[in-house]
T-cell receptor, first 113, second 113 residues
Framework: GESVGLHLPTLSVQEGDNSIINCAYS??????FIWYKQESGKGPQFIID?????DKRQGQRVTVLLNKTVKHLSLQIAATQPGDSAVYFC????????????FGTGTRLTIIP | DGGITQSPKYLFRKEGQNVTLSCEQN?????MYWYRQDPGQGLRLIYY???????QKGDIAEGYSVSREKKESFPLTVTSAQKNPTAFYLC????????????FGPGTRLTVL
């Protein structure tokens, strides 16, 4: 079946450095991708999304890169802060919204002061 | 403030009991969802609703039931038929079904004693 996975389950980054979180997907028909941030005991929070007609999208301190050739998605967080410590996971769906979102298991990002 | 709320935050249930988890949104979203989150796993879809008085089973609907009598409300009942109900339950909503950002509530942690 189709799956969304992450390359690394944990990532530790020094405060102020940039971080990159990766996500691989296997459904070549996927056309919408979202990154969520989830703090302990809370619901996921939308960070940024990207559609398949783009390969890069920037937000405030975050950038999402999409490489459809290798089916890879990444989230870059610039100048990390202690508040960035959380679990980050990607989600994708395909067929122009006729399919449910498939969620990855998440990467735990820890910012070291 | 617009948003999505869930109650209670923590819920304890004895085996054999049914319990109902509340989810309310004031975002005027048509679509609503219930997910289950277990450690080390991605979110799994229990039920979803595209519009009032309509709902569909997700991937793990067995032992759960829902209703959608009002646009704002999408309660989830965890029945005694659900064999492993201890989990973190997340409700979400979106403007349209699947193809837009899903906004999540804060979650309900259900523990079966």
């Amino acid at each position: 079946g189709e799956s969304v996975g992450l390359h690394l389950p944990t990532l530790s980054v020094q405060e102020g450095d940039n971080s990159i979180i990766n996500c691989a997907y296997s459904n070549s028909a996927s056309d919408y991708f979202i990154w969520y941030k989830q703090e302990s005991g809370k619901g996921p929070q939308f960070i940024i999304d990207i559609r398949s007609n783009m390969d890069k999208r920037q937000g405030q301190r975050v950038t999402v890169l999409l490489n459809k050739t290798v089916k890879h998605l990444s989230l870059q967080i610039a100048a990390t802060q202690p508040g960035d410590s959380a679990v980050y996971f990607c989600a994708e769906n395909g067929n122009f919204g006729n399919e449910k979102l498939t969620f990855g298991t998440g990467t735990r990002l820890t910012i070291i002061p | 403030d617009g948003g999505i709320t869930q109650s209670p935050k923590y819920l304890f249930r004895k085996e054999g009991q049914n319990v109902t988890l509340s989810c309310e949104q004031n975002l005027n979203h048509d679509a609503m969802y219930w997910y289950r989150q277990d450690p080390g796993q991605g979110l799994r879809l229990i039920y979803y609703s595209q519009i009032v008085n309509d709902f569909q089973k997700g991937d793990i609907a067995e032992g759960y039931s829902v209703s959608r009598e009002k646009k704002e409300s999408f309660p989830l009942t965890v029945t005694s038929a659900q064999k492993n109900p201890t989990a973190f339950y997340l409700c979400a909503s979106s403007i349209t079904l699947f193809y837009n950002e899903q906004f999540f509530g804060p979650g309900t942690r259900l523990t079966v004693l």
